[in-house]
C-alpha cells in the first residue's frame, strides 16, 4: 500500500515510517521542507495547503502533524493557531485526499478530547479542556463529514501520553532524574495512569490501515496497564539499572509548590489519573499490543542508552 505519512520526522513519525516499511508499505513522507529524494515539502499547514503533489498515488493518509499542547497560558492567537493547523489543516487535507481518490485517512486524535482525568471509556462524552484537545474535537467530527460527503474512510485514534525513542517534554525529564538518581517527592502518589508505548502506537496504525471493519471507527488506545507514577519511576528505575529514590511527601504540598513555581499543571499531571479503557480495538478488530510497559520502556532505555550515557547529570528546565 502507498501510504503518505504528515509530520513524517516527528516523535511519532520517525517511529512509524520505518515500521511501515518493514510491513511491505511504500510511504511518502511529507515534512514542512524536504530535504531529500523520498520526501515531500508542503510548507505550513491549514487550510490552504496544497497536497496535490503529496498526494500522487496515494491509496491511505496517516496524519501525524499537527500543533501540539503547550503548558503557557492560552491566549486567542494561540487559539486561533490551534484551529487553523489542527482543525482546519486537517480537513483541507481530507477533502482534498478525497479527490485524489484516496481511500482511508487514519487521524492521530488524542484522549484530550474526552478530557484530563478520570477513566475513560468509547461512551465518554467529550470534554476537551483546553485549545488542543478542543482543535482535535473540531477536527474529529469535521472529519465525520468529509467521509460522509465523500466515501473516505476515516479511522481516528485517541492516545494517551505516548513514550519511546525520541521523546520529550515531561517523560524524558523524569528519565532523566531517575537516570541521574534524583529524590522525587512522589512516594506517596496514589493515582492510575495509562500510558503507550511509540512501538504499540505504529502497530495499531498499521494495524487499522489495513483492517476493513475499522473504517469510520474511532479508538482509544493504551498498552493495557495502569500504573501509578511510583511504580513507574520504579519501572524507569530498573530499566535504566538504578534505583528509584522516592520521598514520600504529601500532595498537596506538591501542588502548593507547583502553584508558587508556576508549573501546577505538569504537577497535577505526575499526581492525578487518566485511565483509558482500550478495550473496542481490541474486541473489535483483534489488535493487542505487542509491547508490555516493561518491555516498553526497556525498548525505550535500550535505544537511547548512548545518547542517555553522553549526558551529564546537571539539572533541566
Not at 19 to 26: A, I, K, N, S, W
Not at 39 to 60: K, M, Q
Not at 101 to 120: A, C, I, P, T, Y
Request: charged letters at 20%; hydrophobic letters at 45%; one cysteine or more.
Amino acid at each position: 500500500m502507498k501510504v503518505l505519512v504528515t509530520g513524517a520526522g516527528g516523535f511519532v513519525g520517525k517511529g512509524l515510517v520505518p515500521y511501515l516499511e518493514r510491513q511491505g508499505h511504500t510511504v511518502v513522507r511529507a515534512l514542512r521542507m524536504a530535504k531529500e529524494d523520498n520526501e515531500v515539502g508542503i510548507g505550513d499547514i491549514g487550510p490552504d495547503t496544497d497536497w496535490r503533489v503529496a498526494l500522487g498515488g496515494v491509496e491511505a493518509v496517516v496524519h501525524l502533524a499537527a500543533r501540539v499542547h503547550v503548558m503557557q497560558a492560552e491566549d486567542l492567537s494561540s487559539q486561533q493557531a490551534f484551529h487553523r493547523v489542527n482543525t482546519a489543516g486537517t480537513l483541507n487535507l481530507a477533502r482534498q485526499a478525497a479527490s485524489a481518490g484516496v481511500r482511508r485517512l487514519v487521524f492521530l486524535s488524542s484522549v484530550k478530547v474526552l478530557g484530563e482525568e478520570g477513566v475513560l471509556t468509547a461512551a465518554s462524552i467529550p470534554r476537551p479542556a483546553d485549545a488542543y484537545g478542543q482543535s482535535k474535537w473540531a477536527a474529529e467530527q469535521g472529519l465525520h463529514t468529509v467521509a460522509t460527503n465523500t466515501g473516505l474512510e476515516v479511522v481516528i485514534l485517541r492516545p494517551p501520553l505516548i513514550y519511546g525513542p525520541g521523546v520529550g517534554a515531561n517523560f524524558a525529564r523524569l528519565m532523566h532524574w531517575v537516570r541521574c538518581g534524583v529524590p522525587l517527592p512522589l512516594g506517596g502518589v496514589r493515582n492510575r495512569r495509562s500510558l503507550l508505548a511509540l512501538g504499540n502506537l505504529v502497530d495499531a496504525v498499521e494495524w487499522v490501515l489495513r483492517h476493513p471493519a475499522a473504517a469510520g471507527r474511532t479508538y482509544l488506545l493504551s498498552d493495557g496497564e495502569d500504573v501509578s507514577t511510583p511504580d513507574l519511576i520504579r519501572h524507569l528505575a530498573h530499566a535504566l539499572g538504578r534505583s528509584a529514590r522516592l520521598l514520600t511527601v504529601p500532595p498537596f504540598l506538591l501542588l502548593g509548590l507547583g502553584k508558587l513555581l508556576g508549573r501546577r499543571a505538569e504537577i497535577h499531571r505526575l499526581l492525578g489519573s487518566l485511565v483509558v479503557d482500550a478495550s473496542a480495538i481490541r474486541a473489535e478488530l483483534g489488535w493487542s499490543p505487542p509491547f508490555t510497559l516493561a518491555a516498553g520502556l526497556d525498548d525505550l532505555v535500550a535505544r537511547e542508552g548512548e545518547m542517555e550515557r553522553s549526558h551529564s547529570c546537571h539539572p533541566i528546565s
